[in-house]
């Protein structure tokens, strides 16, 4: 079974320009997670999709991140335009059902470092 | 407000010893409780869960993890760690304020002296 792809693995911009991320979850996961991991941190959930609607999105900074699940599958999350401390790891996760109990899979991540 | 908290930024152990990772959360009632591991330049992979039941929790790899309500703890253990085992280990809990969402602690790096 594949696991969870994200693309790009890095990416390198300046502040004040706009980036991109992709997700493909697991065939048939419902639940598309997008977290957020600063150095030395945990990850931080950003936004969570259940099929194509936003289940939680409380801790997206609305004014410069957004994302996008579209026909339920994979999902976009962009920063525009990019501050320092948008520096991280960028984390993709699914999961078969909603719910605390369902596991999460996770991709590798994207590294983000904007200068 | 919920927490989570891992107090060993840092752990370094000899390969082959016995190892215990600590996790404290705050919530009143039995939250759900997970452990994940993260190695370099991998995406985080799931331990074991504990929802109810037997307090001692058995996941993959060797791990186990013990949840004690009195100390509101849920420590991961391992009787011999292998030098594949240094990565990233971080201890979540379900949000009681949520149906789905789960926070995680900052984490705590095991290095494996040979």
């Known amino acids: 079974e594949a696991g969870v792809a994200q693309s790009p693995r890095y990416k390198i911009i300046e502040k004040r320009q706009s980036v991109a991320f992709w997700c493909n979850p697991i065939s048939g996961h419902a639940t598309l997670y997008w977290y957020q991991q600063i150095l030395g941190q945990g990850p931080k959930l950003l936004i969570q999709?259940?099929?194509?609607?936003?289940?939680?999105d409380s801790q997206l900074p609305k004014d410069r991140f957004s994302a996008e699940r579209l026909k339920g599958v994979d999902s976009t999350l962009k920063i525009q335009p990019a501050k320092l401390e948008d520096s991280a790891v960028y984390l993709c996760?699914?999961?078969?059902?909603?719910?605390?109990?369902?596991?999460?899979?996770f991709g590798p991540g994207t590294r983000l470092l904007v200068l | 407000a919920q927490s989570v908290t891992q107090p060993d930024i840092h752990i370094t152990v000899s390969e082959g010893a016995s190892l215990e990772l600590r996790c404290n959360y705050s919530?009143?009632?039995?939250?759900?409780l997970f452990w994940y591991v993260q190695s370099p330049g991998q995406g985080l992979q799931l331990l074991l869960k504990y929802f109810s039941g037997d307090t001692l929790v058995q996941g993959i790899k060797g791990f186990e993890a013990e949840f004690k309500r009195s100390q509101s703890s849920f420590n991961l253990r391992k009787p011999s760690v292998h030098w594949s085992d240094a990565a990233e280990y971080f201890c979540?809990?379900?949000?009681?304020?949520?149906?789905?969402?789960?926070?995680f602690g900052s984490g705590t790096r095991l290095s494996i002296r040979p």
């Open positions: 979540a809990v379900g949000l009681y304020s949520s149906a789905s969402k789960i926070i």
């Open positions: 919530y009143g009632a039995t939250p759900y």
């Open positions: 996760a699914s999961s078969l059902g909603f719910g605390q109990q369902e596991t999460q899979y």
């Open positions: 999709f259940q099929n194509n609607g936003v289940v939680d």
